[in-house]
T-cell receptor, first 115, second 111 residues
Framework: GAGVSQSPSNKVTEKGKDVELRCDPI?????LYWYRQRLGQGLEFLIY????????KSGLPSDRFSAERTGESVSTLTIQRTQQEDSAVYLC?????????????FGAGSRLTVL | QKEVEQNSGPLSVPEGAIASLNCTYS??????FFWYRQYSGKSPELIMS????GDKEDGRFTAQLNKASQYVSLLIRDSQPSDSATYLC???????????FGQGTRLTINP
């Protein structure tokens, strides 16, 4: 597609429920990243995919967080048993594979609110 | 020590003046540096990248990199109200594929 597409744009859920956030990267971009941004804060790295493997998942905050990617396409970030501290905007970004420059293009984000 | 540090601001600059944004980083082996602009409620967008010591100019924007001192800065000349946003500094640590972001500096240009 023309840009990075994320869905849903907004999600309100109750504490303890599971949520899935979806990211569709730019066509041809084999690298995909998930970041979290809490209100008024910077971007917190969660996980990086190259193709469908995740060589760096060091930023996942707990085992309630998981992510997968199908081929070099869509990725899903799953948060199980959501907690109020999970409330944030979850941003997905993609870049070209051998881009040492790592020029990331971000999606519009999924705003998650846990009540 | 945070990997990437920025003054969170807010930084207030009159219209037409030069806005100066600064960033320091801890990984001396870092090779790639970026400035992203984020308008309120929007996603970050890349405005500058720099990889070598010195200055890099693009229109009203100049990025400056000093690897020995481990700092990178962004100058915005002839500041416009439309430049009001949060500016995020990002660094690619040595051996990593991810970008590490600073907290961001909120810039306000006053007409």
């Amino acid at each position: 597609g023309a840009g990075v597409s994320q869905s849903p744009s907004n999600k309100v859920t109750e504490k303890g429920k599971d949520v899935e956030l979806r990211c569709d990267p730019i066509s041809g971009h084999t690298a995909l990243y998930w970041y979290r941004q809490r209100l008024g804060q910077g971007l917190e790295f969660l996980i990086y995919f190259q193709g469908n493997s995740a060589p760096d998942k060091s930023g996942l905050p707990s085992d309630r967080f998981s992510a997968e990617r199908t081929g070099e396409s869509v990725s899903t970030l799953t948060i199980q048993r959501t907690q109020q501290e999970d409330s944030a905007v979850y941003l997905c970004a993609s870049s070209l594979r051998n881009s040492g420059a790592n020029v990331l293009t971000f999606g519009a984000g999924s705003r998650l609110t846990v009540l | 020590q945070k990997e990437v540090e920025q003054n969170s601001g807010p930084l207030s600059v009159p219209e037409g003046a030069i806005a100066s944004l600064n960033c320091t980083y801890s990984d001396r082996g870092s090779q790639s540096f970026f400035w992203y602009r984020q308008y309120s409620g929007k996603s970050p967008e890349l405005i500058m990248s720099i990889y070598s010591n010195g200055d890099k100019e693009d229109g009203r924007f100049t990025a400056q990199l000093n690897k020995a001192s481990q700092y990178v800065s962004l100058l915005i000349r002839d500041s416009q109200p439309s430049d009001s946003a949060t500016y995020l500094c990002a660094v690619k640590p040595q051996g990593a594929q991810k970008l590490v972001f600073g907290q961001g500096t909120r810039l306000t240009i006053n007409p």
